[in-house]
């Protein structure tokens, strides 16, 4: 099955604990859970690299940028202009379960 093809819910400041259930199991399907539940720090590399280690940091760069990208895709316009200056999925992630969690519960 391929993931790419669902559409996680659009997140509009309404029905919250819906919402992030939905986009946890999402996110954890599409192996970008760890950058929400946790801020990741890269060490630098080495000074003389392996091609394994290069390509190990690059794909944890791009999970990163993915994890970002994805939560600004689900929320309205509104809602991301309140985690714009957000730089880490995680970020977002606390920001907006700050704002909304308990809202409908």
Known sequence: MDI???KP???NG???AIWVVKMEFFLKSSTLWD???RKIVLNPLPTD???????LREEVLARKAK???CLHCVVTEELFMRIITCTTAK???DKLAAE???DDM
């Open 4 to 6: 790419s093809k669902f």
């Open 9 to 11: 819910l659009v997140f």
């Open 14 to 16: 309404q029905n919250y």
């Open 35 to 37: 950058h929400v539940q």
């Open 49 to 55: 690299p392996t091609l394994a280690q290069i390509k």
């Open 67 to 69: 994890a970002l990208s």
């Open 91 to 93: 970020e977002d992630w």
């Open 100 to 102: 909304f969690r308990g």
